[in-house]
């Protein structure tokens, strides 16, 4: 996926602040103040919500599609994002083969499925988040007939499992 529907990583860097110390408890300032973070890959593209903007409606639907398989990839390594977005994929066109590629690019409301978290916790946490509906019902909202969203069998599965309606408000089936 790196490279490819992910950017690559460069470096992990930290932005140091200072190495003095806090007054009342002789601990290192840059406990508190150093900022951690991660150097990735440059993506030059439009944004997947300005798809109608940049892209020929004809290549909607697999643009979109793109952005979903990304989103059911990633959950398949047992990662889910609690904040996806449209906003959060870049879309580009490979200069090779003229087609649009699709990269997400936002993952800092992503979490790993913890080593003791049940199967049920985890899909019930997954259907919560519908990560995948989050992307598929948008676009198709915004695209108004450029693009048909069909949920995956593995998310309808989930809906079917935890939210009952699909169409209807988020309603939880709590197994106590």
Request: aromatic share 8%.
């Amino acid at each position: 996926m790196e490279g490819l529907t992910i950017p690559r990583l460069s470096a992990v860097v930290r932005l140091g602040s200072s190495s003095a110390c806090a007054p009342s408890t002789h601990t290192p300032l840059n406990v508190y103040l150093d900022c951690p973070g991660i150097l990735l890959e440059y993506i030059e593209g439009f944004p997947l919500t300005d798809i109608a903007l940049h892209a020929p409606r004809e290549d909607w639907q697999q643009i979109c599609e793109d952005a979903i398989q990304i989103i059911n990839r990633i959950g398949d390594r047992h990662i889910r994002n609690e904040d996806v977005k449209t906003r959060s994929f870049i879309v580009r066109k490979d200069p090779q083969s003229e087609k649009f590629r699709v990269c997400m690019v936002d993952f800092g409301s992503c979490v790993l499925r913890k080593p003791d978290e049940s199967d049920d916790e985890w899909r019930e946490w997954k259907a919560m988040q519908d990560e995948e509906g989050a992307i598929g019902l948008v676009m198709q909202r915004q695209l108004d007939g450029g693009f048909k969203y069909t949920r995956s069998p593995e998310s309808k599965q989930l809906m079917d499992e935890f939210q009952g309606e699909d169409s209807g408000p988020l309603v939880v089936k709590w197994k106590g």
